[in-house]
């Protein structure tokens, strides 16, 4: 007998079921909730900075509607819904991330620092007032 089956049998488990066996078939999704309105695919996590509270102001957000992941979590996305995706990844990861979410990714970055430069955060914002735009002639 090993360590683990000593253990186990000093506590009198002779056997135990595993709570989630398909996590060990590989199915370990993050199902997103309806709620979530906007995920952001990101490696750092800049949750608390100005620029992101200025934009969940802009997209008239509360923090229980948004959705902070990194790349690998991206990949296991399950959704059944239409929330708004902003990729700040490398532009070979944002096509890998890109072809599980595809027609779902409104913005693209390629760093959180770029958007410390004045062009990449105009561009940023000028896709957010496209977007709106794109928003209001759907709504019409």
């Known amino acids: 007998m090993n360590r683990r089956d000593l253990l186990l049998n000093e506590m009198g488990i002779s056997q135990w079921v595993l709570a989630k066996p398909q996590v060990l078939k590989g199915d370990a999704q993050i199902r997103l ?16 900075s100005g620029l992101f509270a200025d934009l969940l102001i802009a997209l008239n957000l509360q923090k ?15 959704f059944e819904h239409s929330p708004l995706i902003w990729l700040i990844q ?8 890109a072809k599980n979410i595809a027609n779902q990714t409104a913005w693209k970055n390629a760093s959180w620092q770029d958007l410390a430069k004045s062009s990449p955060k105009r561009q940023l914002w000028q896709q957010i007032e496209t977007y709106f735009a ?7």
Do not use: G, M, P
Request: net charge negative.
């Open 33 to 48: 909730d309806k709620k979530i309105k906007f995920v952001v695919v990101c490696e750092e996590d800049h949750q608390s």
């Open 64 to 78: 229980s509607e948004y959705q902070w992941l990194d790349a690998e979590q991206s990949q296991r996305l399950v």
């Open 90 to 97: 490398s532009e070979e990861q944002a096509v890998k991330i």
């Open 134 to 140: 794109q928003l209001e002639k759907q709504d019409d």
